[in-house]
């Protein structure tokens, strides 16, 4: 009996080293595009607008970041 019991742990202890180790959640993308427009900010210059449009055209930040683009260039 005791070696029936010894077999059933076993099957228990290799089914938990079995699994995958948990992975951090994703991160928000929205966020990363928002600190890349926080980081055009800073710069305050034509080039690092200009990288921010061609990587995040479509993102809502690329209206503000275009709209810096015309306050430059008055």
Known sequence: ???????????????????????????DPSAAVAE??????RKGTREAFELFIARHGDAPLAEQARAELKRLSR
Request: net charge positive; aromatic share 4%.
């Open 36 to 41: 890349e427009f926080e980081a055009a900010r």
């Open 1 to 27: 009996m005791v070696g029936k019991a010894n077999a059933d742990d076993s099957g228990k202890e290799s089914g938990k080293a079995g699994r995958a180790p948990s992975m951090p959640m994703a991160r």
